[in-house]
């Protein structure tokens, strides 16, 4: 039984930084695994934030949080994070850990003013 459980949400000022933090349980590590944040603002469609993939190696990030994101994994942990720096109001969204496209945490709440 898979949980991802967010929390770090929060309401800051533009410019200001989060840290979102995603506890992962039941979940089966493989070579190929994926892992990332969704977010999604009241009447928008939703977006993939940030993913790692660690079949690759590699990360993805939407082109509007480049540059201002760093999703990275605590293995011992088992946490995912999303480090937000430089937030603006558009950053406003209910944030959602997602594990291989499939499992969905409850999200948390980020608003910027």
């Known amino acids: 039984h898979v949980q991802l459980v967010e929390s770090g949400g929060g309401s800051v000022q533009a410019g200001g930084s989060l840290r979102l933090s995603c506890v992962v349980s039941g979940y089966a590590y493989s070579d190929g695994y994926c892992l990332g944040w969704f977010r999604q603002a009241p009447g928008k469609e939703r977006e993939g934030v940030a993913q790692?993939?660690?079949?690759?190696?590699?990360?993805y990030y939407a082109d509007s949080v480049k540059g201002r994101f760093t999703i990275s994994h605590d293995n011992a942990k088992r946490t995912l994070y999303l480090q937000m720096n430089s937030l603006k109001p558009e950053d406003t969204a209910m944030y959602y850990c997602?594990?291989?496209?499939?499992?969905w945490g409850r999200g948390t709440q980020v608003t910027v003013s």
């Open positions: 790692m993939y660690s079949g690759e190696s590699s990360t």
């Open positions: 997602v594990a291989d496209c499939e499992f």
